[in-house]
């Protein structure tokens, strides 16, 4: 029985680039189902053709992200993998927090991109060594400042001002929050005034941030 062959859809506006890929990727067995010039092409063909994965370049009409995030939300057995020549860290944290599974870049050795592939849909991250560290730090990063917080949680703040907070963290204002807690909205700036004390940070929304670990 032969193995079915991984179905491909290639969106990038430039014509070459979706021809060179196209190459790659017949050379290395798959199957390029369709191609897409622009984000709204993409996922036009995505929901019409469910491939298994859909190369997608950034910086193309409509916004490769915003489909990113359309596709993966749609058809979440396919793996969304973009394919730029960016390095902005701006740029990745948004392609993964659009659901992509990998982010390649389109100077790679193209003998590595259907490894690639196949090591998403295995359930491996396609990212080029040299953003490895950079979401690494990110990670990092965020999760030493939360764990920090918990760790001071019982001694730093109390639980009213940990309630106050984490309603304006939710973007409700002084008043909603006096409201929801039955409090002044007095009241609400006095743990407002604590908390920024204790943290010793400038204002509110450092404070939010801080407690969000952001």
Request: aromatic letters at 6%; proline letters at 6%; a positive charge.
């Given at each position: 029985m032969s193995v079915p062959r991984i179905r491909v859809l290639v969106a990038d506006d430039h014509a070459p680039t979706r021809a060179g890929v196209r190459a790659s990727l017949d050379a290395e067995g798959f199957e390029v189902v369709g191609e897409a010039h622009n984000a709204r092409v993409a996922m036009e063909l995505a929901v019409d053709l469910e491939p298994d994965v859909v190369l997608m370049d950034i910086h193309m009409p409509g916004g490769g992200i915003a489909a990113a995030d359309e596709i993966s939300r749609s058809l979440p057995n396919c793996a969304v993998v973009m394919l730029t020549y960016s390095r902005d860290d701006d740029d990745l944290f948004d392609s993964l927090r659009a659901g992509a599974r990998g982010y390649l870049l389109k100077d790679m050795d193209p003998d590595r991109l259907g490894p690639a592939l196949h090591g998403v849909l295995?359930?491996?991250?396609?990212l080029p060594r040299s953003l490895v560290s950079r979401v690494l730090e990110e990670f990092q990063g965020k999760s030493r400042?939360?764990?920090?917080?918990?760790?001071?949680?019982?001694?730093q703040l109390t639980s009213r001002e940990w309630e106050v907070m984490e309603l304006l963290g939710e973007g409700l204002s002084t008043e909603e929050v006096a409201g929801r807690l039955f409090i002044a909205a007095g009241t609400v700036r006095v743990h407002v005034s604590s908390v920024i004390k204790k943290l010793r940070v400038p204002d509110r929304a450092s404070a939010i941030r801080v407690l969000g670990g952001e």
């Open positions: 295995a359930g491996e991250a396609a400042r939360k764990l920090f917080v918990k760790a001071q949680r019982p001694t």
